[in-house]
């Protein structure tokens, strides 16, 4: 019962603070100083051209005026037409939402499945050579801009061995579309070519993701891990003779993954917004190069669109933290 209050409670702060997100981007976008009427009228239009193109599209109207029909038209679904595109923004982002959905859930498992283990190995060794290496190489992951990253990737694994594709999502025509992720289709067609080459295109980009929030969750988990390892129950258990194994992969981290889940929850968001640059430099058809191409239009439209969903994003992936903060942690309920 206390689990369904957490999720009802936090599920009432969603429209609040999407709210919030909107109001904050539109004012921001609409004060810079940039006339996107000018752009899409061209070179060539005559003034009377752009104000009649303006009144068109509402841009005459005071500020508020724009942001109450904002609203108005957000709550009957409608999220406007890009400018750019001349398509619906609703239909521009559930074309590109798969995209980077799968490649950002990639680059998550990929920076689980590195980060925890390797963060309680550290915590385990800690002052040994081996912590003092993965240390090293998480302040390293942290370091390192994900556009050079990406690059040096792409030159040594592309152009210069030849192992994975150097761009793109797939090669050829793909899976049968399903969920419009890539693999998941594959595997459900079994079209085996179709999923080596979707693994093939997904193996870079995701690294590249991956490897800075892998180094975030390392810090993390050792630093849990350190603070449980010497509390008094790890103790008396050890008194009690149980296997280290079961103690450290059960116990110790049971308690020691509440602040890396959250953690996590973060990362995730995070992740999702930085693909920007990422699916940028490797061609990846997703929401960052229409993110990338809106910015440059001035679309303030799909701006806005673009930022509805990653806030979207941002709350489920928090709201699933806080679910499963409460099964790690039953005190959460209490």
């Known amino acids: 019962m206390r689990r369904l209050e957490i999720v009802l409670s936090r599920i009432a702060w969603f429209v609040p603070t999407l709210v919030g997100l909107v109001v904050i981007v539109f004012v921001i976008s609409h004060v810079v100083p940039t006339d996107p009427v000018r752009v899409i009228a061209g070179e060539n239009a005559t003034p009377e051209q752009v104000e009649a193109l303006r009144v068109e599209l509402g841009y005459d109207k005071p500020l508020t005026v724009q942001l109450y029909r904002y609203f108005v038209d957000l709550a009957q679904g409608d999220m406007g037409r890009s400018l750019y595109t001349r398509r619906q923004i609703s239909?521009?982002?559930?074309?590109?939402?798969?995209?980077?959905?799968?490649?950002?859930?990639?680059?998550?498992i990929l920076a689980i499945a590195i980060g925890i283990p390797m963060g309680v190995i550290s915590a385990f060794r800690r002052n040994t050579w081996i912590d003092h290496l993965l240390r090293v190489l998480s302040v390293a992951g942290l370091a390192v801009a994900s556009f050079w990253l990406a690059m040096e990737l792409q030159m040594?694994?592309?152009?210069?061995?030849?192992?994975?594709p150097l761009n793109g999502r797939m090669s050829g025509f793909g899976p049968d579309e399903i969920t419009d992720f890539m693999v998941i289709d594959a595997l459900i067609t079994r079209d085996w070519e179709s999923?080596?080459?979707?693994?093939?295109?997904?193996?870079?980009?995701?690294?590249?993701?991956?490897?800075?929030?892998?180094?975030?969750?390392?810090?993390?988990?050792?630093?849990?891990?350190?603070?449980?390892?010497?509390?008094?129950?790890?103790?008396?258990?050890?008194?009690?003779?149980?296997?280290?194994?079961?103690?450290?992969?059960?116990?110790?981290?049971?308690?020691?993954?509440?602040?890396?889940?959250?953690?996590?929850?973060?990362?995730?968001?995070?992740?999702?917004?930085?693909?920007?640059?990422?699916?940028?430099?490797?061609?990846?058809p997703g929401l960052g190069a229409y993110a990338v191409q809106s910015i440059l239009q001035n679309d303030h439209a799909a701006i806005m669109g673009f930022t509805l969903v990653v806030g979207?994003?941002?709350?489920?992936?928090?709201?699933?933290?806080?679910?499963?903060?409460?099964?790690?942690?039953?005190?959460?309920?209490?």
Do not use: C
């Open 91 to 108: 239909d521009d982002l559930a074309h590109r939402l798969p995209a980077t959905l799968e490649l950002t859930f990639a680059a998550i």
């Open 156 to 164: 040594i694994f592309s152009t210069r061995l030849g192992w994975t």
């Open 195 to 284: 999923l080596r080459s979707a693994l093939a295109h997904l193996i870079l980009p995701a690294i590249t993701l991956a490897l800075p929030a892998a180094a975030t969750i390392l810090r993390f988990t050792r630093s849990g891990v350190l603070e449980v390892i010497n509390s008094n129950f790890v103790l008396y258990e050890r008194a009690m003779g149980m296997p280290e194994a079961l103690i450290t992969w059960k116990y110790v981290l049971r308690n020691a993954l509440v602040s890396t889940v959250t953690q996590i929850g973060l990362i995730f968001g995070v992740l999702f917004s930085s693909a920007v640059v990422v699916e940028a430099v490797f061609d990846w």
């Open 312 to 334: 979207v994003v941002f709350i489920l992936a928090n709201l699933a933290v806080d679910i499963l903060h409460t099964f790690i942690d039953p005190r959460s309920t209490r």
